[in-house]
């Protein structure tokens, strides 16, 4: 592993480590970013099961979007995982950033998912 990904999984590991001590048996609302998509899934841990997923790769989201790789897109998949997640019974999360800042596509996948209804 180089020094970046090595980082990367420390800081990942430290978040996850956070995550679990303060979810409260809640849910985890995972974000993953690629350089052309955006993939978001909310997984019950306990269970060790995913509950909902969705990504800029489904087809009703590629015929709409220029592409997967904008805010628009990180939108669109917030919309759509707090959708599917309001729908199998989950309405309040965790957010799991990643190794990722809150900051651009992913701030816009959280914000979006926030407005249609989930909670974290």
Known sequence: MTAKQELQERRRKRLRFQLRRKA???PR???FRSNKHI???VIDDAAGRTLAAASSL??????TLRTGADKEAASA???LIAE???????SK?????????YHGRVKALAEAA???????
Do not use: N, P, W
């Open 24 to 26: 409260g048996g809640r």
């Open 29 to 31: 609302l995972s974000v």
């Open 39 to 41: 993939y978001a899934q």
């Open 58 to 63: 489904e087809r009703a989201l590629r015929e």
């Open 77 to 79: 998949v917030g919309k």
């Open 84 to 90: 599917r997640a309001l729908a199998a019974g989950v």
């Open 93 to 101: 999360v965790v957010f799991d950033r990643g190794a990722y800042l």
């Open 114 to 120: 926030r407005e249609a209804g989930l909670s974290f």
